[in-house]
């Protein structure tokens, strides 16, 4: 069933023409750790033996850190390789879907990395599939692969636009072939892809903090709806170019906003703006709409830490780390296993009682989605002696799925989808709440002259898909039903 589909959150990393890329490409995945820790993989070009080129992979599931070690980047040797880190749901955790995905075809060998959904990944697969096409995974990035070997266009980067032209939904995506990548972004622009430069070579990541780790320099972001490959002029080792070969016009741009509440890591420049800054603004704004009497501002770490900063500059209410993250367990709510989901806050996070204890709190955090962590705090707070605690949520209610990319439960399981505000300050036992509202959280990412309703993806808290999905129909017919 098309609404049981898995969501898979990602990051992809490629470099051209570089004497250490695979290591380069490790270094990267590591820096984008956070956005996916269920497997990693780096495909990389490397001699077949006979004067040609071949394309090596290695991929695993579990983190980068422990899936490359010196032996195995040893087997990736060769000037170019792109990487991939990726979180599914329940029913996508398998090897076979771990990216890269690297197949032959009549153009010479390809691979794909791919962050973002396809709200038609489903119907060209099956289309594909009716023709005959055999599928290795269940993930929507290998249709791709086939629709790039099904092409007639005479060489790769025909045969990539071929394929772009097919799908539609949620793509930034870097494949890679002998001589050159080849990357894109989606017509609407869902998620990031910037391009920097290390060395004379060119290097494409989801996001900048990589860069920062390797020592790149940012060059642009890929614009929303541009493809561009990128090659050495006279072969490897010569001045490299990048051409833009589509520029995609005519759809308003969605960038998603949730880069900015929660996904993206806050030393990053995401959309030109950086997440720590815009997470702060986000902080000023609610202390602007929902002030409260109180002793101190406590952030649900890490997600809450910026936009806690900002309410308490805001506010005049001094900031205080009353929550202590373990940080040497997993996301717990990245965990696909619920028993796992509602052992681990305790886990993860410990109040510091000297801080809490008599006093009246604002807690804050980027966002509730199911319910249950807000109010497991809440009560951890209460136990440690909080005579108050304001719950202040950074962003407005999460109120629909994502189908571009962002791993949201479905509908029913979204707690202001069925509950009104009150109900849910009461479910997670809150003396009150407040929520950021779409236009505060609009205004915090708006730059002079533009127009923030036009260019961001709002969808998870306003209900309005700017791409339809057959996903969401399905869904809100169930919830007719329920
Ligand atoms: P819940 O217990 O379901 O309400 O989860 C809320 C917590 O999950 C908040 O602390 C958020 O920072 C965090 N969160 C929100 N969206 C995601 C996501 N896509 N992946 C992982 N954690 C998330």
């Known amino acids: 069933m098309a609404f049981d589909k898995f969501r898979e959150e990602c990051g992809v990393f490629a470099i051209l023409d570089h004497k250490d890329a695979s290591n380069l490409v490790y270094l990267g995945l590591y820096a984008l750790q956070h956005r996916g820790q269920e497997s990693a993989g780096i495909a990389a070009l490397v001699p077949d033996g006979n004067g040609g080129l071949r394309i090596a992979a290695e991929r695993e599931m579990g983190h980068v850190a422990d899936i490359f070690t010196h032996e195995r980047l040893q087997r990736l040797p060769g000037d170019t390789a792109i990487g991939h880190v990726r979180y599914s749901t329940a029913g996508g955790s398998m090897l076979c879907n771990a990216q890269p995905l690297v197949a032959s075809t009549a153009k010479g060998p390809f691979a794909v990395a ?56 949620a793509y930034s995506v870097v494949a890679l072939a002998p001589g050159r990548i080849v990357a894109g972004r989606d017509p609407n622009g869902f998620r990031p892809l910037v391009l920097g430069m290390l060395d004379g070579s060119y290097v494409l990541s989801s996001e900048t903090c990589a860069f920062d780790l390797i020592g790149a320099e940012l060059v642009r972001e890929i614009g929303a709806g541009e493809v561009i490959v990128i090659e050495s002029e006279a072969g490897s080792g010569s001045p490299q170019r990048v051409r833009t070969i589509r520029q995609a016009h005519g759809q308003r741009e969605a960038r998603c906003i949730f880069e900015h509440v ?185 730059s002079e002259g533009d127009n923030p309703e036009r260019l961001y993806c709002t969808a998870c808290f306003t209900g309005e898909y700017p791409v339809p999905s057959s996903e969401e129909e399905l869904t809100l017919e169930e919830t007719a039903r329920a």
């Open 114 to 169: 791919h962050n973002g959904n396809l709200v038609n990944g489903d119907a060209v697969r099956a289309e594909l599939e009716a023709r005959g096409a055999i599928f290795n995974s269940q993930s929507d990035t290998e249709v791709f692969l086939h629709l790039v070997a099904r092409s007639l266009a005479p060489d790769v980067e025909g045969a990539f636009l071929d394929a772009l032209a097919q799908v539609r939904g």
């Open 262 to 446: 929660y996904f993206a890591r806050p030393d990053s420049v995401v959309f030109g703006r950086n997440v720590a800054a815009t997470r702060k603004r986000f902080g000023a704004q609610l202390a602007k709409e929902h002030p409260v009497d109180a002793d101190v501002v406590v952030p649900v770490p890490d997600s809450g830490v910026f936009a806690a900063l900002g309410y308490s500059l805001q506010s005049g209410i001094p900031f205080e780390y009353g929550l202590v993250r373990n940080h040497y367990v997993g996301r717990t709510f990245i965990e696909p296993k619920q028993s796992i989901r509602h052992f681990g806050v305790k886990v993860k996070l410990n109040p510091v009682r000297e801080i809490i204890a008599g006093k009246r709190i604002v807690l804050i955090d980027d966002s509730i989605v199911r319910g249950t962590t807000s109010k497991k705090i809440v009560r951890m707070l209460k136990q440690a002696g909080a005579k108050e605690v304001h719950m202040r949520i950074s962003s407005p209610p999460t109120i629909g799925p994502c189908y571009y990319g962002i791993d949201t439960p479905k509908r029913q399981e979204l707690i202001a989808a069925t509950h009104s505000i009150e109900a849910i300050r009461d479910y997670i036992e809150a003396d009150t709440i407040g929520y950021l509202s779409p236009g505060g959280l609009l205004d915090a990412v708006s």
